[in-house]
């Protein structure tokens, strides 16, 4: 374990289904990210949490809505998904988002939209 | 705007060979560095990074990364290879300073180490 947890590990959810993927970090860090895995492409940031704020949107879909009630959690609310949605989330925290320090990642949720 | 180019998808060694996983990166200014790996159904794993000092950087599991200002590349290296190499590598780059100063990563490269 890395001390990013993500559950669930796997998902399979209709178009109209709404769910939400959770993330947790107990590491003490103050900034917290969604990142998007699709095969042989680039990972895409999504989201950026900074203190509980969100300080970067990456021109994401409405359907795709996060929340961070606090700086150990972080939620992406899924609904109404598209299939070209189903990908490998990632979710990564780390000591400040302006300075020299790596992510730490969590093993990600693998989504199915059908 | 910053960017990585990991321009091969797969490498392939035999064990016991020397690796080379190559990285290229375009940034404003100095950049920040890093690489990670990614097992089967697991998470992005930090190896090692180059902030600032001796272009040589050491990492995990042996790994070792060479930082070339005027090549702009980060290419991963290993002297010997084992099978339990083989996984997903991915190269990141941030620059040292600006407001909006985000990691950006490469597509990945699958390293495969056969026996």
């Known amino acids: 374990e890395t001390g990013v947890t993500q559950t669930p590990r796997h998902l399979v959810m209709g178009m109209t289904n709404k769910k939400s993927l959770k993330c947790e970090q107990h590491l003490g860090h103050n900034a917290m990210y969604w990142y998007k895995q699709s095969a042989k492409k680039p990972l895409e940031l999504m989201f950026v949490y900074s203190l509980e704020e969100r300080v970067e949107n990456n021109s994401v879909p409405s359907r795709f809505s996060p929340e961070c009630p606090n700086s150990s959690h972080l939620f992406l609310h899924l609904h109404t998904l598209q299939p070209e949605d189903s990908a490998l989330y990632l979710c990564?925290?780390?000591?400040?988002?302006?300075?020299?320090?790596?992510?730490?990642f969590g093993s990600g949720t693998r989504l199915t939209v059908v | 705007a910053q960017s990585v180019a990991q321009p091969e998808d797969q490498v392939n060694v035999a064990e016991g060979n020397p690796l080379t996983v190559k990285c290229t990166y375009s940034v404003s200014g100095n950049p920040y560095l890093f690489w990670y790996v990614q097992y089967p159904n697991r998470g992005l794993q930090f190896l090692l990074k180059?902030?600032?000092?001796?272009?040589l950087v050491k990492g995990s599991y042996g790994f070792e990364a060479e930082f070339n200002k005027s090549q702009t590349s980060f290419h991963l290296k290993k002297p010997s290879a084992l099978v339990s190499d083989s996984a997903l590598y991915f190269c990141a780059v941030r620059p040292q300073s600006g407001a909006n100063s985000k990691l950006t990563f490469g597509k990945g490269i699958t390293l495969s180490v056969r026996p």
């Open positions: 180059y902030i600032t000092g001796d272009n």
């Open positions: 990564a925290s780390s000591q400040g988002w302006l300075v020299n320090y790596g992510y730490t």
